[in-house]
Protein backbone atom coordinates (compact mmCIF):
# COMPACT_ATOMS: atom_id res chain seq x y z
CA UNK A 1 0.00 0.00 0.00
CA UNK A 2 1.48 3.27 -0.66
CA UNK A 3 1.37 6.06 1.72
CA UNK A 4 1.57 9.87 1.15
CA UNK A 5 2.47 12.54 3.83
CA UNK A 6 2.36 16.11 3.73
CA UNK A 7 4.22 18.80 4.47
CA UNK A 8 4.90 22.38 4.35
CA UNK A 9 1.46 23.96 5.38
CA UNK A 10 1.05 26.80 8.02
CA UNK A 11 0.09 30.33 8.48
CA UNK A 12 1.33 32.76 5.74
CA UNK A 13 0.17 36.70 5.60
CA UNK A 14 -1.74 37.05 1.82
CA UNK A 15 0.97 37.89 -0.30
CA UNK A 16 3.31 35.01 0.83
CA UNK A 17 4.71 32.09 -0.26
CA UNK A 18 5.03 28.58 1.40
CA UNK A 19 6.42 25.32 -0.56
CA UNK A 20 4.20 22.22 0.18
CA UNK A 21 5.80 18.88 0.38
CA UNK A 22 4.93 15.06 -0.40
CA UNK A 23 6.78 12.20 0.20
CA UNK A 24 5.45 8.78 -1.14
CA UNK A 25 6.34 5.57 0.88
CA UNK A 26 7.60 3.79 -2.32
CA UNK A 27 9.68 4.79 -5.04
CA UNK A 28 8.27 2.82 -7.39
CA UNK A 29 4.91 5.48 -6.65
CA UNK A 30 6.98 8.59 -8.51
CA UNK A 31 6.16 6.38 -12.22
CA UNK A 32 2.68 7.65 -11.53
CA UNK A 33 1.32 11.25 -12.30
CA UNK A 34 0.36 12.85 -8.77
CA UNK A 35 -1.76 15.79 -8.00
CA UNK A 36 -2.85 18.34 -5.39
CA UNK A 37 -5.88 18.69 -4.00
CA UNK A 38 -7.65 21.49 -1.49
CA UNK A 39 -10.63 21.31 1.17
CA UNK A 40 -11.27 24.82 2.29
CA UNK A 41 -13.63 24.52 5.83
CA UNK A 42 -17.30 23.55 5.02
CA UNK A 43 -16.57 23.23 1.48
CA UNK A 44 -15.69 19.89 -1.20
CA UNK A 45 -12.66 18.74 -2.76
CA UNK A 46 -10.72 21.09 -4.91
CA UNK A 47 -8.38 20.31 -8.20
CA UNK A 48 -5.27 22.30 -7.80
CA UNK A 49 -2.82 20.79 -9.92
CA UNK A 50 -1.39 17.57 -11.25
CA UNK A 51 1.81 16.45 -12.45
CA UNK A 52 2.83 13.23 -15.12
CA UNK A 53 5.11 10.85 -13.96
CA UNK A 54 7.85 12.28 -15.30
CA UNK A 55 7.30 15.69 -14.50
CA UNK A 56 7.23 16.97 -18.12
CA UNK A 57 3.96 17.75 -18.04
CA UNK A 58 1.39 19.80 -15.83
CA UNK A 59 -1.48 21.28 -15.62
CA UNK A 60 -3.18 23.81 -13.24
CA UNK A 61 -6.90 24.62 -12.30
CA UNK A 62 -8.04 27.93 -13.30
CA UNK A 63 -7.85 29.56 -9.91
CA UNK A 64 -4.05 29.03 -9.75
CA UNK A 65 -3.66 32.19 -12.30
CA UNK A 66 0.21 31.11 -12.82
CA UNK A 67 1.06 32.18 -8.72
CA UNK A 68 1.42 28.24 -8.00
CA UNK A 69 4.08 25.74 -9.63
CA UNK A 70 4.19 21.87 -9.16
CA UNK A 71 7.11 19.59 -9.43
CA UNK A 72 8.92 16.29 -8.37
CA UNK A 73 11.78 15.10 -7.45
CA UNK A 74 11.88 11.18 -8.18
CA UNK A 75 14.94 10.24 -5.99
CA UNK A 76 13.41 11.68 -3.17
CA UNK A 77 9.73 10.30 -3.57
CA UNK A 78 8.67 13.48 -3.19
CA UNK A 79 6.61 16.22 -5.07
CA UNK A 80 6.38 19.69 -4.25
CA UNK A 81 3.99 22.58 -4.52
CA UNK A 82 5.66 26.07 -4.65
CA UNK A 83 2.71 28.95 -3.81
CA UNK A 84 3.12 32.20 -4.27
CA UNK A 85 1.09 35.37 -4.14
CA UNK A 86 -1.23 33.46 -1.66
CA UNK A 87 -4.39 35.01 -0.87
CA UNK A 88 -6.79 34.22 1.87
CA UNK A 89 -9.33 31.92 -0.34
CA UNK A 90 -6.38 29.82 -0.41
CA UNK A 91 -6.99 28.69 2.97
CA UNK A 92 -7.75 25.00 2.97
CA UNK A 93 -6.34 21.54 3.92
CA UNK A 94 -4.07 20.66 1.02
CA UNK A 95 -4.15 16.67 0.31
CA UNK A 96 -1.40 15.09 -2.43
CA UNK A 97 -2.85 11.91 -3.81
CA UNK A 98 -1.75 9.70 -6.82
CA UNK A 99 -2.12 6.50 -8.65
CA UNK A 100 -4.45 7.03 -11.29
CA UNK A 101 -7.55 4.86 -11.80
CA UNK A 102 -7.78 5.52 -15.43
CA UNK A 103 -5.74 7.03 -18.14
CA UNK A 104 -4.20 10.10 -17.02
CA UNK A 105 -4.57 13.03 -19.56
CA UNK A 106 -6.11 16.89 -19.64
CA UNK A 107 -9.20 15.93 -19.21
CA UNK A 108 -9.08 13.77 -15.87
CA UNK A 109 -5.93 14.47 -14.25
CA UNK A 110 -8.29 17.10 -12.43
CA UNK A 111 -10.61 14.55 -11.28
CA UNK A 112 -9.76 14.25 -7.59
CA UNK A 113 -12.16 10.65 -8.13
CA UNK A 114 -8.90 9.51 -10.32
CA UNK A 115 -6.43 9.19 -7.85
CA UNK A 116 -6.32 5.90 -5.86
CA UNK A 117 -4.15 7.18 -2.87
CA UNK A 118 -4.10 10.47 -0.87
CA UNK A 119 -2.30 11.28 2.28
CA UNK A 120 -3.76 12.80 5.52
CA UNK A 121 -3.22 16.76 4.08
CA UNK A 122 -1.64 19.80 5.81
CA UNK A 123 -3.37 23.26 6.56
CA UNK A 124 -2.31 26.29 4.84
CA UNK A 125 -3.93 29.18 6.40
CA UNK A 126 -3.56 32.69 4.53
CA UNK A 127 -4.17 35.58 7.07
CA UNK A 128 -3.18 39.01 8.52
Known amino acids: EVQLVESGGGLVQPGGSLRLSCVAS????????MTWVRQAPGKGLEWVSA????????YYADFVGGRFIISRDSAKNTMFLDMNTLKPEDTAVYFC?????????????????????WGQGTQVTVSS
Open 97 to 117: AGGTHEYWNEGTAGNPNNYKY
Open 26 to 33: EGTFDDYP
Open 51 to 58: ISWNGDTT
